[in-house]
């Protein structure tokens, strides 16, 4: 059974910078294109970004353009999301999955905090 295990997160101060890794167990990560979603305390799961593996296609929401990266590396079965110029209101939790996102694959995610 497939798995998608976030790591990488933090408490950064604005302006700072942090890299989270999405690493997939169970199938590779060129099976789908990945997504990174995140979800703010009060508020709906959003998405932040995606990437084709296979053909190095992304997306990135308009509020994080120009300071999120996402990338893979398929050797390693891994994608990551590198986060620059953090904004207070990125603070959430960070979450890998399929995209479109299949159920099974929600996992715990990782806490990004940004504060002074």
């Known amino acids: 059974e497939g798995q998608l295990v976030e790591s990488g997160g933090g408490l950064v101060r604005p302006g700072g910078s942090l890299r989270l890794s999405c690493a997939a167990s169970?199938?590779?990560?060129?099976?789908?294109?990945i997504g990174w979603f995140r979800q703010a305390p009060g508020k709906e799961r959003e998405g932040v970004s995606c990437i084709s593996t296979t053909d190095g296609v992304t997306y990135y929401a308009d509020s994080v353009k120009g300071r999120f990266t996402v990338s893979s590396d398929n050797a390693k079965n891994t994608v990551y999301l590198q986060m620059n110029s953090l904004k207070p209101e990125d603070t959430a939790v960070y979450f890998c999955?399929?995209?479109?996102?299949?159920?099974?694959?929600w996992g715990q995610g990782t806490q990004v905090t940004v504060s002074s």
């Open positions: 169970g199938f590779t990560v060129d099976d789908y294109a």
């Open positions: 999955n399929a995209y479109p996102p299949l159920s099974a694959y």
